[in-house]
């Protein structure tokens, strides 16, 4: 069962367009016709008496035949528009001179954009068809100059919308770069599936609105090559399993959480909270002595065992018979929240990866420690078969240090370096950014969490995902739908937030209050 969403890349829209066409017999036109009353369709709910003024800018590709089509259907309805066609005719797709040809069947015109061109008094509904998910270069000449004719009316006249036809012109449809300049639409109409890059910021900045509309392309076109992108929606909820009836706190798992250090106990509470509250039967928190009044004070259901490595080798000993008892105890264990990276820190992330056999959650601390050390990292290596895996939930700069590069070529390369570390350690990544990528060693493709907001980049965020991440891990057979799960269930809980309290507003508790929102519903 799927239950997630494909984004595609332009290549296998091509291919899933082709497919359709050349296998199941619907030609271009009967699809581009298709598409265009349904582009129409949505241009009418957007018109008001305010807003009466069509404006279509449209290229020499299929995506400017699409707008060509739009200019004669509004006609026939009853709507005026003007048409601005750019670029060379020599250039134009023959499905844009069809669409060129019946315009003029019509007696319908289309004009030359200028920079001398005058707009009258607005607001403007804007249809923006001047390229499509095929742009992969720099925007230049007569198409820069009316992406940014566009951009300036979007912002200058009050009400003045944008609709982008397929893709916002200047997307780059398999990784959301974008060209300067680039549309930015209020609404893009995309066709059968979303694209990969209107996913992606900063594409999915200049996205807006991101609507699907369906045309006659559907997943039978893939002819069993599935697409290797999905996104996350709240249908990955279904993936939960029924709490049962008869159940009692072993049933729904036991939760070790080693977090904090002698300076941070915030994370340790936030992440075992969390956990208690994301299902977990039982939780145990193991951290640093300094924070035991803390820990027995604001989370009085949790277990707990507190340490101290100020005595030499002893206090070492007794660590490590604490860790040892606790991996028979878990179901699961999350480390790396607030620990630090001091030599004890290191001495229990080396215990965990050499004696703990089940499910295993890598966040923070953990993460940096691990990316320094060949150690750590041949462990880490070996961690997989049966109930033993691990996700590992970097941010973007936990993930460059992982990677061995800079955060701006993680930036760049996202998905494919965030694929590449999953399939290297056998693991399960989730690289947290603000569109989080999720991979595994286990399955083909990877995931966009496509819930949360900027709200949510605050301290502690991540503490209330490692806990989360943990209570799933207790109660769900793969790491790939513990990570897919726990991301979605995060970030609506930082959408609900947001909704109440707005972004400034929000604490990384915040988040934690609302997971039992998103869990209810």
Not at 161 to 181: C, Y
Not at 345 to 354: K, M
Not at 363 to 380: H, Q, R
Not at 462 to 477: N, S, T
Request: with cysteine; aromatic share 8%.
């Amino acid at each position: 069962m799927n239950l997630l969403r494909y984004a595609l890349s332009a290549k296998e829209m091509q291919v899933c367009d082709r497919n359709t066409r050349e296998y199941f017999g619907l030609s271009s036109l009967v699809l581009m016709e298709r598409a265009a009353l349904k582009i129409c369709d949505r241009i009418e709910e957007l018109l008001s008496e305010e807003m009466r003024k069509i404006v279509i800018f449209a290229g020499r590709g299929n995506n400017g035949a699409d707008a060509l089509a739009c200019a004669r259907i509004l006609h026939e309805r009853g709507y005026q528009a003007r048409i601005f066609l750019l670029g060379e005719e020599t250039k134009s797709s023959e499905e844009c001179k069809i669409q060129k040809k019946i315009l003029e069947r019509y007696r319908l015109s289309t004009e030359n954009y200028s920079k001398e061109t005058e707009w009258g008094e607005g607001p403007f509904l804007i249809i923006d068809g001047i390229f499509g998910i095929g742009f992969n270069r720099k925007m230049e000449g007569i198409y820069a100059q009316a992406a940014r004719e566009i951009n300036r009316l979007r912002k200058q006249e009050p009400h003045t919308r944008v609709l982008s036809i397929d893709i916002a012109s200047g997307i780059h449809a398999d990784n959301g770069q974008v060209s300067d300049p680039c549309v930015r639409a209020d609404i893009t109409l995309t066709f059968a599936f979303a694209k990969i890059g209107q996913l992606l910021y900063p594409g999915a900045e200049y996205t807006g609105k991101l609507e699907i509309a369906d045309i006659g392309i559907t997943a039978a076109s893939f002819l069993g090559v599935m697409p290797q992108a999905s996104y996350l929606t709240e249908s990955v909820l279904e993936l939960l399993p029924e709490r049962s009836p008869s159940g009692n706190k072993g049933t729904f798992g036991k939760c070790v959480i080693i977090a904090g250090s002698d300076k941070i106990s915030g994370a340790a509470l936030l992440c075992a909270e969390t956990c208690y509250r994301s299902g977990a039967g039982m939780v145990k928190v193991i951290t640093s002595k300094e924070n035991k009044e803390a820990v027995q004070t604001s989370l009085p259901e949790a277990l707990s065992d507190f340490y101290s490595l100020t005595d030499g080798i002893r206090c070492y000993e007794e660590l490590d018979l604490i860790l040892d008892e606790a991996f028979e105890w878990a179901t699961s264990l999350v480390i790396g929240p607030g620990i630090g990276t001091s030599r004890g820190a290191y001495h229990i992330v080396l215990r965990v990866l050499t004696k703990y056999t089940g499910p295993l959650i890598l966040d923070a601390d953990a993460l940096t420690m691990i990316a320094s050390s060949d150690e750590l990292k041949d462990l880490l290596l070996q961690y997989q078969g049966g109930r033993r895996w691990a996700i590992l939930t970097p941010h973007v700069k936990e993930f460059a240090c992982l990677y061995g590069t800079s955060v701006a070529d993680v930036k760049e390369h996202l998905v494919p370096y965030t694929i590449e570390l999953a399939k290297k350690y056998g693991v399960c990544v989730i690289c947290k950014d603000a569109r989080s990528i999720i991979a595994s060693y286990e399955l083909p493709g990877y995931a966009i969490n496509v819930s949360g907001n900027c709200g949510m980049a605050t301290a502690g965020s991540g503490d209330v995902l490692a806990g989360l991440l943990g209570a799933l891990a207790c109660l769900l057979p793969s790491p790939y739908r513990t990570a897919a799960i726990g991301a979605y269930i995060h970030g609506k809980a930082g959408d609900l937030a947001k909704k109440e309290l707005g972004e400034y507003y929000m604490l990384a508790g915040d988040l934690m209050k609302r997971i039992q929102k998103v869990l209810s519903e």
